[in-house]
């Protein structure tokens, strides 16, 4: 009798520490996600933050993230400093850095960067420029290269390579046309003599015989090319959102990573668990096909690791080109402490 009576007991109190658990566990759920904004393009080095949203990452997290597309990489900063983002995930400007001069903004975590083996951003000669001459990334020395703006990341590339064979931007004839379709219209029409484009623009170029592919900037001077940022006050007022926030987006980093970022000995793409899942949601959120989606994957870092001395040699480079104020520290536009590193 005594030890029914103590089974009793324990099965009364068993059930009602279960009841009290699941009662939290209700309450929690019940309570309403916190929300939160994201400026991104519709590219595929967005992918990670697409990956997140479609998978529920963030609304693990307590999150209810909207994202607001952009249309151009210096749109997205703005929109972190007016505060109609809290986050922005986009390549890097001399605009950016300007702007986290400012203390408008500040890096927390790595996106996409231009690797060897990852085909992100082509060289192309015209076939007259090729036929003249133009065989190799060196050879744009002298040449009219197309460009969307003076301090967009082609500027940096053309910097980059620039420093690695031993001459100047000013020995580069750059031609600003605004946007990837006015320099493609330009390439095209023979008013200039190369372009530097993203890999399916690149790609369709030279299948169209408009021009020759002298290689991909990722081979020749790798970099960092997108990261994650938010503004220094939304770090200081709201550290807890900002938390969730990387740890929902690492884990797309990572699911991203393993999918599609494998290479076997030959240097080919190999695909990963959950590939054909995971580019249909950034296929999806990029209107665009998966085969044409799936040209254009970035490398990413799996724990959102930052090129650091890359960081710091853009803003060095910039103040050069006098586009960023001399004066700014390039390691104060970083704050890596939530992502960990």
């Given at each position: 009798m005594?030890?029914?009576?103590?089974?009793?007991?324990?099965?009364?109190?068993?059930?009602?520490?279960?009841?009290?658990a699941?009662?939290?566990?209700?309450a929690?759920?019940a309570?309403?996600?916190?929300?939160?904004?994201?400026?991104v393009?519709?590219?595929?080095?967005?992918?990670?933050?697409?990956i997140?949203?479609?998978?529920?990452y963030?609304a693990?997290?307590?999150?209810?993230?909207?994202?607001?597309?952009f249309?151009?990489?210096q749109?997205?900063?703005?929109?972190?400093?007016?505060?109609?983002?809290?986050f922005?995930?986009?390549g890097?400007?001399?605009?950016f850095?300007?702007?986290?001069s400012k203390?408008?903004?500040t890096?927390?975590?790595?996106?996409s960067?231009d690797?060897?083996?990852?085909?992100?951003?082509?060289y192309?000669?015209?076939?007259?420029?090729?036929?003249?001459g133009l065989?190799?990334?060196?050879?744009?020395?002298?040449k009219?290269?197309?460009i969307?703006t003076?301090?967009?990341?082609f500027?940096?590339?053309?910097?980059l390579?620039a420093?690695?064979?031993?001459?100047?931007?000013?020995?580069v004839t750059?031609v600003?046309?605004?946007d990837?379709?006015k320099m493609v219209?330009a390439?095209?029409g023979?008013?200039?003599?190369?372009?530097?484009?993203?890999?399916?623009?690149?790609?369709?170029?030279?299948?169209?015989?408009?021009g020759?592919?002298?290689?991909?900037?990722?081979?020749e001077?790798?970099w960092?090319?997108?990261?994650?940022?938010t503004a220094?006050?939304?770090?200081?007022?709201?550290?807890p959102?900002?938390?969730?926030?990387?740890r929902?987006y690492?884990t797309?980093?990572?699911?991203?990573?393993?999918?599609?970022?494998?290479?076997?000995?030959?240097?080919?793409?190999v695909k990963?668990?959950?590939?054909d899942e995971?580019?249909?949601?950034?296929?999806?959120?990029?209107?665009q096909?998966?085969d044409?989606?799936?040209?254009g994957?970035p490398?990413?870092d799996?724990q959102?690791?930052l090129?650091?001395?890359?960081?710091v040699n853009?803003?060095?480079?910039?103040?050069?080109?006098?586009?960023?104020d001399k004066?700014l520290?390039?390691k104060?536009?970083?704050?890596?402490?939530?992502?960990?590193q």
């Amino acid at each position: 009798m005594t030890m029914a009576r103590l089974t009793r007991r324990a099965l009364i109190a068993t059930t009602g520490a279960v009841f009290a658990a699941g009662t939290l566990m209700s309450a929690a759920l019940a309570q309403p996600l916190e929300k939160a904004t994201v400026g991104v393009l519709a590219l595929s080095s967005s992918g990670p933050i697409f990956i997140a949203k479609a998978k529920g990452y963030f609304a693990k997290e307590g999150l209810d993230v909207e994202l607001k597309m952009f249309t151009s990489a210096q749109q997205v900063p703005v929109a972190v400093t007016s505060g109609d983002v809290d986050f922005g995930v986009t390549g890097l400007t001399a605009g950016f850095y300007n702007l986290a001069s400012k203390g408008a903004v500040t890096i927390i975590a790595a996106q996409s960067r231009d690797e060897p083996g990852f085909p992100l951003s082509a060289y192309l000669a015209t076939n007259a420029a090729y036929d003249a001459g133009l065989k190799t990334p060196a050879d744009l020395k002298g040449k009219r290269v197309a460009i969307t703006t003076v301090g967009s990341t082609f500027h940096y590339m053309i910097g980059l390579l620039a420093q690695k064979h031993g001459f100047t931007v000013k020995d580069v004839t750059m031609v600003p046309l605004q946007d990837v379709p006015k320099m493609v219209a330009a390439f095209k029409g023979g008013q200039v003599d190369a372009i530097i484009a993203p890999s399916t623009v690149s790609r369709q170029l030279v299948a169209d015989g408009a021009g020759k592919m002298l290689g991909w900037v990722g081979d020749e001077t790798p970099w960092q090319l997108g990261a994650l940022f938010t503004a220094p006050k939304t770090m200081k007022d709201r550290r807890p959102l900002v938390e969730k926030f990387v740890r929902a987006y690492k884990t797309a980093l990572a699911e991203y990573h393993a999918a599609f970022n494998g290479k076997d000995a030959a240097g080919n793409m190999v695909k990963g668990p959950g590939y054909d899942e995971l580019l249909t949601i950034i296929a999806d959120a990029t209107k665009q096909k998966p085969d044409i989606a799936a040209a254009g994957l970035p490398y990413v870092d799996p724990q959102a690791r930052l090129l650091v001395d890359d960081v710091v040699n853009q803003v060095k480079f910039w103040q050069s080109e006098g586009q960023v104020d001399k004066a700014l520290d390039p390691k104060s536009v970083m704050d890596l402490s939530v992502a960990g590193q």
